[in-house]
């Protein structure tokens, strides 16, 4: 009896073992996955912030929370069974998904780019109604959401290309905590830009002196953050857009110019100091270009098309 007690224990052990390796293993390509989404993940964040603009302090942890309910609702209800079928039964559509996603970031980021160049229109007494209207908290919400999806099925599908090779549960284990990790770094993340303005506040009016300089600094920083973000969610969608298409251009021995580009920046990079750090950062201009071409030609396109041009900002 003891003997095959001390079996069973043995057993448990080893199935502990097993369990923690596999823990360790869906960490580490969830850690993979999520470096590789980074520059949609750094967009999402930067892009989130302008949908609780406007709203009363006590709403905007409330309306962030909505937010990241969607989100996950996204990611784990919608985006990752369909991706797991589709990983399944048509692996070969995950390249041309990719870059259909990597479009669409490089359209969104040359639309920003376009807008910021142009003059804004609206009158306060504009932006003041808007914000006023009863409903305006569930259209920023839906509208949120709906951005939301995007983002996400583009940081999942990233994600499942670096596991297409493991089997099905490690997929769907590694998707799931991407999607979770994702979502709870991103919208902690805005939670804290939303509120650190009230915090400064805080901060300024009472304590001493020092307290009160560090309130008026984050006061201060705030609106420079926020356009900061901006522009670097911008920068990351056309950087992360163009080399997915590039990648997936490569992939099918199409134009070259992945080629190309790989070529200069080892021949410019090519005995510099940091000669890596060099390489990449020539790389990633190189992809942002293209990514900026690619997108003002979908913005182009589509102004073509009757009845858009009014909705492109």
């Known amino acids: 009896m003891p003997s095959g007690l001390f079996a069973l224990l043995d057993d448990v052990a080893t199935i502990a073992k097993v369990a923690a390796a596999s823990i360790d293993d869906i960490g580490a390509a969830a850690s993979k996955a999520g470096v590789k989404a980074a520059g949609v993940v750094v967009d999402d964040t930067a892009v989130t912030p302008r949908y609780v603009t406007g709203f009363t302090p006590d709403r905007e942890l409330p309306i962030i929370w909505r937010i990241t309910k969607g989100s996950l609702f996204n990611k784990l209800v919608l985006i990752l069974p369909a991706l797991l079928l589709l990983s399944t039964f048509l692996p070969w559509a995950i390249t041309p998904l990719l870059m259909i996603g990597g479009a669409y970031l490089c359209f969104e980021g040359a639309e920003k780019v376009i807008h910021s160049l142009q003059e804004d229109k609206t009158s306060l007494a504009e932006d003041a109604e808007i914000v006023a209207d009863k409903n305006h908290e569930e259209v920023m919400v839906k509208g949120a959401v709906r951005t939301d999806f995007i983002l996400s099925a583009e940081i999942m599908v990233i994600a499942l290309n670096e596991v297409l090779d493991e089997h099905l549960a490690m997929r769907a284990a590694t998707l799931a905590l991407v999607a979770v990790l994702i979502t709870i770094a991103v919208y902690g993340v805005v939670g804290l830009i939303v509120k650190m303005d009230d915090i400064g506040l805080h901060m300024a ?109």
């Not at 890596?276 to 293209?290: N, Y």
């Open 205 to 313: 009016k009472e304590g001493n002196s020092a307290r009160r300089a560090i309130g008026r600094g984050l006061v201060d920083l705030m609106p420079k953050l926020l356009a900061a973000l901006a522009t670097i969610g911008t920068a990351a969608m056309l950087w992360v857009g163009g080399q997915i298409v590039l990648h997936g251009l490569h992939e099918y021995h199409i134009g070259g110019i992945a080629e190309a580009l790989e070529s200069l920046a080892h021949s410019i990079a090519g005995g510099l100091p940091l000669e890596g750090v060099w390489t990449w950062l020539i790389k990633a201009t190189g992809d942002g270009i293209f990514g900026l071409l690619l997108g003002g030609l979908i913005v182009g396109a589509l102004h073509l098309v009757p009845g858009r041009k009014a909705a492109v900002h």
